[in-house]
């Protein structure tokens, strides 16, 4: 039924309060630009029915947009002047207000005011006019309601299943927090595939980003960048579920804000201005209700990093593109070139992910733009967070050795655990072998087998090794034979074969 989805779009204006003096412009005034028409969510697809204004200096509104009976109408209607001013409303309660409207029937009442530590704006049904309203335009036909799953409407939070998360297995529209493959465009279904498989996709957003640093999970290689784009966008298409909010953002209203706002909403779609019109990008945040998180070890991710006068285009760990942020429009064209190039350099031509994170002095109008170019460019997974910190910097922008030890085989009476423990406790030194060689042969990888033998004693009394280059072996066998092991059980040796993968 269409009165249980309440559209809510986020506008980032001038400001908030209501001027009698002077007509209200149209909201794509106020909204950044794209060129694109691609870029562009399709018309068929409804505009969120609430307005959440975005104020620049950081104040929020909420309003309800103005109903049509059809999707172009709505959006037709979205570009007349608005009729109200905006409810003033805090950036704590806006997200349980978004849920509460895109689960209910209500409208917010434009009298009411919410400040921080207070609830939701006084609500009403769709179609009931308050004292001062233009008068409703004719209720739409719906078939009849057998009354089942009623949820809403009383101005109550709601309450998901299993928790504000919701259950992933649920025939409830709210409440999942998987990706669903409604869409009809087989070449974006595979692209989410691919990157379920290459752990892109995948971590469940719970109360915040699940950012899994991969030198947590291998103490050889703790300087390994850590991926930090919680937002998940991903291409939509008539098919999809509707989205919570439309945000639209002044076009110099500073973006890092405005990334978190799209965090807090966890479903919503930015508004944008093509040919003097208020449309949407067909990229929605949050809709998949899964976050990005780091690939498995030895795999890079591609990263746009937007900065006050530059981008930054980098298959992460390795040497970065930059692409000079001039006084007119992002260069779409060098933004498709680098993020082409980069992906070219990955192992796997399904992956269709980039992150996007911004500086604190990027504005919106950058971001939409450079979101925009990624579309065209052919991503389907636009993942948006904050510019890492200098720590984290520091680890981008080149290549970064790293080794990963396999499974031990071995015969005797020594613990695998307490075999595998002592090997690494080592690899620091046996990086170091690699390193070394790098100097030399900076595009040397593979694979290192080890042989060696533990005496009665712990001592290991051979050592020996071959692979990747013979001064690399060489030395990795000499750091073996000098680890001190506990001593085998039943008093006899063990023989054991260690493998060690080197990527550069």
Known sequence: ??????????????????????????????????????????????????????????????????????????????DQPPRRAPVAIDRQALPDLVREAAASNTKIEPSAKLVAGGGAPPTRPIGVAAESDDPPPPPEEDPEDDGADESGGTGTWVMLEEGKMGKKHTDRTEGRYEMEFAGSDPEFAAAIRAARRAGILGARRDGGADLTSAAAIDNANPDLPVRAAPVVGTA??????????????????????????????????????????????????????EVATI?????????????????TVEAVPSPASTIPLAAGAVD?????????????????????????????????????????????????????????????????????????????????????????????????????????????????AGTVQTQFFISPNGVVAASNASGVAADVATCVAAVIRAIEFPKPAGGGGVQVNYPFTFRN
């Open 1 to 78: 039924m269409r009165g249980r989805s309440i559209v809510v779009a986020v506008v980032v204006v001038a400001g908030c309060g209501r001027s009698s003096e002077k007509p209200r412009p149209p909201l794509a005034s106020q909204a950044p630009t794209v060129a694109d028409a691609k870029a562009l969510l399709d018309e068929s697809v409804a505009p969120p029915r609430v307005l959440v204004i975005v104020a620049a200096d950081g104040s929020l509104g909420v309003a309800d947009a103005p109903e049509a009976p059809t999707a172009v109408a709505q959006w037709a209607a979205l």
């Open 236 to 289: 939509r298409d008539p098919h999809d579920r509707p989205a919570r909010a439309l945000v639209i953002a002044a076009p110099t209203a500073k973006a890092a804000p405005v990334v978190d706002l799209l965090a807090a909403i966890d479903g919503a779609v930015l508004a944008v201005a093509s040919q003097g019109r208020l449309r949407a990008l067909r990229i929605g945040f949050g809709l998949a209700r």
């Open 295 to 311: 690939p498995p070890l030895g795999r890079p991710w591609i990263e746009v990093r937007v900065g006050a006068s530059e981008l």
């Open 332 to 444: 779409a064209t060098a933004v498709a070139t680098a993020y082409l190039a980069a992906r070219l350099s990955l192992d796997d031509a399904a992956r269709r992910d980039v992150d996007v994170l911004v500086g604190p002095d990027a504005d919106v109008q950058r971001l939409v733009e450079v979101v925009a170019a990624l579309d065209g460019a052919g991503a389907r997974i636009v993942s948006l967070g904050h510019m890492p910190p200098a720590a984290e910097l520091a680890k981008r922008g080149k290549r970064i050795p790293r080794v990963f030890i396999g499974q031990p085989q071995s015969v005797g009476g020594l613990d695998k655990q307490l075999l595998r423990d002592r090997v690494k406790a080592e690899l620091p030194k046996v990086k170091a072998c690699y390193e070394q060689a790098l100097a030399v042969h900076p595009e040397l």
